[in-house]
């Protein structure tokens, strides 16, 4: 059975850098078979993608956040992690990570991590 879960600070003062990770259990991040992806919803609003890691290790991002933002993964941890840097008040939302199906995770998520509460503010 793989399990996502996210970790991070639920705090983060406006303009500082937003960091996240998702440790990965059940299976290994480094596949030909999916991709690993991080995805908010702020509150009162849908769920927005925010990026991917694809399976060669490229990456993609949200083009609204692409001037702010990395994503990485670290194979010897089984872990990819998330990077935003100059926080506003608008990247207050709820961080998901998600396992696509796909290398590029083109098929859809089969499993996603419980969530976790970000909220910029001073």
């Known amino acids: 059975q793989v399990q996502l879960q996210e970790s991070g600070p639920g705090l983060v003062k406006p303009s500082q850098t937003l960091s996240l990770t998702c440790t990965v259990s059940g299976g290994p991040i480094i596949s030909s078979y999916y991709a690993w992806s991080w995805i908010r919803q702020p509150p009162g609003k849908g769920l927005e993608w925010v990026g991917v890691?694809?399976?060669?290790?490229?990456?993609y991002y949200n083009p609204t956040l692409k001037s702010r933002i990395s994503i990485s993964r670290d194979a010897s941890k089984n872990q990819f992690s998330l990077q935003l840097t100059s926080v506003t008040p608008e990247d207050t939302a709820v961080y998901f990570c998600?396992?696509?199906?796909?290398?590029?995770?083109?098929?859809?998520?089969?499993?996603w991590g419980q969530g976790t509460q970000v909220t910029v503010s001073s």
């Open positions: 890691a694809a399976y060669d290790g490229s990456t």
């Open positions: 998600a396992r696509g199906r796909g290398g590029y995770g083109l098929g859809g998520y089969d499993y």
